[in-house]
């Protein structure tokens, strides 16, 4: 295997293996939430805090952050089966690890920042954050999505 690409998919396996660190980390701010409270046991102690957001929005957080990690592990396996060259799978990898960040990130913020929903652009900045954020990734993995099918029906016959 070619360095270049043994080095694209490592890089993929271990951005994906930080993501699901996080969803374990978001899954503690979760598990406080539902428990009303922060409490590391068997660590004594109770810190009495209700955390911000909903169940949904912390459901969500954690979810994004494991399926977008295993989305990345998906990708460095079948990364030498997609059909661009070393360039455009650099492009691809790079483009996927930015796609991935940009929904857990803003994932996260949804449950932290009350009103963060990122459905459409407000006057409440962490809004806009976390809309800019799930724009640019749903721009970004639409496109190379549909280059990666455009490229392999082009290459097996099926245009």
Known sequence: MNDELKRLRQLLIGHGALLIFCAGV???GFLFFLI???????????IDYKMPGTYDDWRMAHMEAVVNGA??????AILPLLPFSMAGLRR??????VVA???????????????SRGIAASDLVSNNIVFGLFYVGVLLVMAI?????????RGSGHS
């Open 145 to 153: 999505m549909l280059l990666i099918a455009y490229r392999s029906f």
């Open 92 to 97: 691809a990898t790079y483009g996927m690890i």
């Open 71 to 76: 989305i990345l592990w998906i990708i460095a």
């Open 101 to 115: 960040w940009t929904f857990v990130i803003a994932s996260i913020m949804k449950p932290l920042f009350p009103n």
């Open 36 to 46: 009303g409270q922060v409490r590391l046991w068997p660590i004594p102690g109770v």
């Open 26 to 28: 978001v899954g503690f």
